[in-house]
């Protein structure tokens, strides 16, 4: 009876040390003598202790923060860039039989394919359209994890670092564009301002009472105000009546103007056709002291 007590605790225990348990979220890759016999899990496995080993994968979506890393983009300029990339194991077998570490693996290739994308665009599109160049890393690293049965969900750049005088000139650029929109916005309302006025202008023109009225309004609405001095300012056009009639009653009160007589001709001498010249002065009689 003590013979058999022995051999039955002995199998206890080795069935007991070879049972595995796995979670949900785990699978294990099984090697029986050295070889790859399968996956299994989740849950309660048998492996045969000292015959057969395990080695467990996480099926959970990894977050890898990758460094950051000095970037040169295309147009010459240095930043530095750090990036986030999401990825999950999809196939066990793959990933342990494969590559040796996943993750490390995994986290090298994604900062190579950083500094080889990110050289290729310029600053711009680096920092005006981040989604296309992150589609692109996401792109080319799901493409050289396939083989290790890795899936990347995503890749986020996560910060851009700028160097202080490219800083500088972003933001004068920034200020520059910012006032040249607002001087073409304060041109174009001036334009349509003035197209208005000219509008307005041809109305009054063509009904010259309307100018009237709107002399008329202005000086009501300066009326309205508490000023201790108003200004009334008077169309020219007011005064144009009486400046004719002054004018009028000036030409007629004028004397007529004198008419100019050819000079007289010297006595005994011909007149020569054509000549101007004046004759001579008549000699006064000069009185001579004896």
Do not use: C
């Not at 066990?92 to 693996?105: G, H, K, M, R, T």
């Not at 609405?221 to 009028?248: H, M, R, W």
């Not at 054509?274 to 009689?285: H, I, L, T, V, W």
């Amino acid at each position: 009876m003590q013979l058999l007590i022995i051999p039955v605790v002995a199998v206890v225990l080795y069935v007991l040390a070879s049972l595995r348990v796995l979670n949900q979220y785990e699978r294990a890759v099984v090697f029986f003598l050295g070889r790859h016999v399968g996956t299994r899990g989740p849950g309660l496995l048998f492996v045969p202790w000292i015959l057969a080993r395990i080695k467990r994968v996480s099926m959970r979506v990894v977050a890898l923060d990758i460094p950051a890393q000095d970037v040169i983009t295309r147009d010459n300029i240095s930043v530095k860039v750090n990036a986030v990339l999401y990825f999950r194991v999809v196939d066990p077998s793959l990933a342990v039989l494969e590559i040796q570490d996943y993750l490390y693996a995994t986290a090298q290739l994604a900062q190579t394919t950083l500094l080889s994308v990110l050289g290729q665009v310029e600053l711009d599109e680096l920092l005006a359209d981040r989604r296309k160049v992150n589609d692109i890393l996401k792109q080319i690293i799901d493409e050289r994890t396939d083989f290790w049965g890795i899936e990347v969900s995503a890749v986020e750049i996560k910060d851009v670092q700028l160097p202080d005088g490219m800083r500088r000139a972003i933001a004068k650029q920034a200020e520059a564009e910012r006032e040249r929109r607002a001087k073409v916005i304060s041109a174009q309302g001036e334009l349509q301002a003035s197209e208005t006025l000219a509008l307005a202008a041809r109305m009054l023109q063509s009904e010259p009472a309307s100018l009237q009225l709107r002399y008329l309004q202005t000086l009501t609405e300066v009326a309205a105000e508490n000023n201790s001095t108003t200004i009334f300012p008077i169309p020219i056009d007011l005064f144009k009546p009486f400046i004719q009639g002054a004018t009028q009653m000036a030409a007629r009160a004028a004397p007529p103007a004198p008419v100019e007589l050819p000079p007289a001709a010297a006595p005994g001498a011909l007149p020569t056709p054509g000549s101007s010249a004046a004759p001579p002065a008549p000699a006064r009689a000069g009185l001579t002291n004896t």
